[in-house]
């Protein structure tokens, strides 16, 4: 894989290339992300009570679209 992919990377890196991923004449830097287990609702300042009525939500959400399903496949039972 790496044999293919050099040719390509090497490409990019030439300077009529290299030109494109600059931008504000600043060259882009591509850094890993924030680990998932490092993202908590208080880092992304949702209150209390916005939480709950969140989790309140989006549960009646999963209820009606678990019913909805169910009844339509009640309904396609009896049609078939």
Do not use: H
């Not at 090497?10 to 060259?27: I, M, P, Q, V, Y």
Request: hydrophobic share 45%; charged share 25%; net charge neutral.
């Amino acid at each position: 894989m790496r044999k293919f992919a050099k040719p390509i990377y090497e490409a990019c890196l030439s300077t009529g290339k290299l030109e494109k991923l600059k931008f504000k004449d600043r060259l882009l830097n591509v850094e890993p992300g924030v680990e998932p287990e490092l993202m908590n609702r208080e880092n992304y300042s949702v209150s209390t009570p916005e939480y709950i009525l969140r989790q309140i939500i989006y549960a009646v959400w999963i209820f009606l679209t678990l019913c909805g399903c169910f009844y339509i496949i009640f309904e396609l039972e009896v049609v078939i």
